[in-house]
């Protein structure tokens, strides 16, 4: 009886705030034109290459198995001791020394560097500001081997930008508290001041690198196959990286979360990597200090812990 | 004969046409809010919507009818949401849906219902889309079992999770058990 009240009401809700979304009238067509037209570009370049190479087509397989086997092997001759300690990588290193010198140069603290995605290559770390926010945070550029520090806005002629005009805005974003506030305001606050600075504000917003499903879901497979950890484990790894690196309380780390359908599997360069995803809300509607998203990047191999990304979502995020 | 070209001929086939469309006529609606309440997002529940079907296109002969097409279908839907919402932009924003952020043509005027469907939207995801699949989409705990990948007694135990949450919710607001029961 209570089961169908609960399901009579569900149905209830759903079809009143759903109503509005419209089906496609046009959905079928383009599936079965997409369908058609992706295979017969397939076929004929699969057809075209094998007869003009006269050999059987080299298939993914081949070099799964063999890159498997190379894993395997590494892992028999590597010991495993992550369930013990911690074991850092030097990417690790490089990565927290670089948040030291962006920090030392341009005060941009831990909460906010959730501003920014980091990208790294060799000894060269890059901070790109977020989302809509691309082209007034703009992007910086630290070499952790010389220690320099540059922000694209940086130069002789200047652009009427400065640290310490960067600084006033992300304040106020931070200052202003709960997350509704803050995202309104720091959107306000970002409007006005591309406006004052409008000789820079056509610079082109970064985007992030187009990532197809098949590619993910690909790499998750691979890595998934390579790997010598569980999830579980690099859970455990993860919430110990984070407690030591962020000093989170004994409280925090109970309230840490583990959203299970963002934490995955997921091949970096050649390296399987489990990237358990954490969220801490302590307070639920307000930013309290520590809230916000923690991803661990683990080795699936041997447990170093590789990076952590924090992200307070503050920039529109929670 | 070749992989691609066993697609090809599924994918030729005018029999196959009409059957594609007739499911997505069918099942475009219900996949479509299925994908919204994984994503969050307009646009990005219709990218899903589109893929699955593209999805289900491709494979229509490797479909041997050991499930309904609705649990086929809506099993490739999932999987196709749970790929974008770890894709690497995705993984940066935490797309919990707060009235002020519903879409403009989901904002309803205040009302009993519009405050269950946020209470809803809140719950864990796990607990939401067994919540979803059994009461809305009416599946069996089997079919859902089959759709996540997961134990029915899984499926039983967060059933049971999410019935007690939202009755909780419910009691708070609205005394639900106690006017109802």
């Known amino acids: 009886m209570e089961d169908r009240r609960d399901k009579e009401l569900i149905k209830r809700v759903f079809a009143s705030s759903l109503s509005e979304l419209k089906e496609d009238p046009y959905l079928a067509q383009r599936v079965i034109h997409m369908g058609t037209e992706e295979n017969e570009s397939h076929v004929k370049a699969s057809r075209t290459l094998n007869e003009e190479n006269n050999r059987r087509p080299i298939y993914m397989k081949k070099k799964m198995k063999s890159t498997f086997a190379l894993a395997v092997a590494i892992c028999l001759m590597v010991s495993i001791a992550f369930a013990a300690t911690l074991v850092y990588s030097q990417r690790y290193m490089q990565a927290n020394r670089a948040d030291e010198l962006l920090q030392e140069k341009y005060g941009i603290t831990e909460d906010k560097r959730s501003f920014f995605t980091r990208t790294s290559e060799g000894d060269i770390f890059t901070y790109v500001g977020l989302s809509d926010f691309a082209g007034m945070l703009g992007d910086y550029q630290v070499n952790v081997d010389t220690g320099e520090v540059l922000w694209m ?62 590619e993910s879901e690909e790499s998750t497979k691979q890595a998934e196959a390579l790997a010598k950890l569980t999830m579980e484990e690099a859970e455990q790894l993860g919430r110990s990286a984070i407690q030591e690196k962020y000093g989170l309380t004994t409280t925090q780390m109970q309230k840490l979360e583990l959203v299970e359908e963002s934490s995955y599997f997921t091949m970096e360069g050649e390296m399987p ?9 302590q307070e639920e509607g307000a930013f309290t200090e520590k809230d916000g998203i923690y991803i661990v990047v683990v080795n699936a191999l041997d447990g170093t812990v590789e990076d952590i990304f924090y992200d307070t979502g503050l920039l529109g995020n929670g | 004969m070749k992989g691609g070209e066993q697609q090809m001929d599924v994918v030729k ?11 997505v006529n069918q099942y475009q609606g219900m996949l479509l809010h299925m994908c919204y309440f994984y994503l969050h997002e307009e646009d990005l529940a219709r990218d899903a919507v589109q893929d699955t079907f593209l999805k289900a296109y491709r494979s229509l002969d490797s479909f041997r009818g050991e499930c309904s097409e609705k649990t086929w279908l809506t099993q490739i839907a999932i999987n196709t949401c749970k790929s974008i919402r770890r894709s690497a932009w ?81 009691d708070r607001r609205y005394q639900y058990g106690r006017s109802q029961r």
Request: glycine letters at 4%.
């Open chain 2, 13 to 23: 086939d005018p029999d196959n046409h009409s059957r594609m469309t007739d499911m």
């Open chain 1, 153 to 214: 806005y940086d130069g002789p002629e200047g652009s009427g930008w400065d640290a310490v005009k960067l600084k006033e805005v992300l304040m106020r974003c931070q200052d202003q508290g709960g997350y509704k506030n803050v995202t309104a305001d720091a959107r306000a606050a970002a409007e006005a001041i591309e406006l004052a600075a409008s000789d820079t504000s056509n610079l082109p917003l970064q985007t992030p690198p187009p990532v197809t499903l098949e």
């Open chain 2, 90 to 170: 995705m993984r940066y924003f935490d797309r919990r849906v707060t009235p002020e952020e519903m879409p403009e043509s989901f904002v309803m005027p205040e009302s009993e219902e519009s405050d269950i469907m946020y209470d809803i939207m809140e719950l864990p995801s796990k607990l939401k889309e067994v919540l979803l699949l059994y009461y809305w989409q009416d599946m069996s705990v089997s079919e859902i079992s089959q759709i996540l990948g997961i134990a029915q007694s899984s499926v039983s135990r967060r059933l049971k999770q999410a019935r007690d949450k939202l009755h909780a919710v419910l």
């Open chain 1, 273 to 281: 990597t489990a990237q358990p995803y954490f969220w801490l809300m």
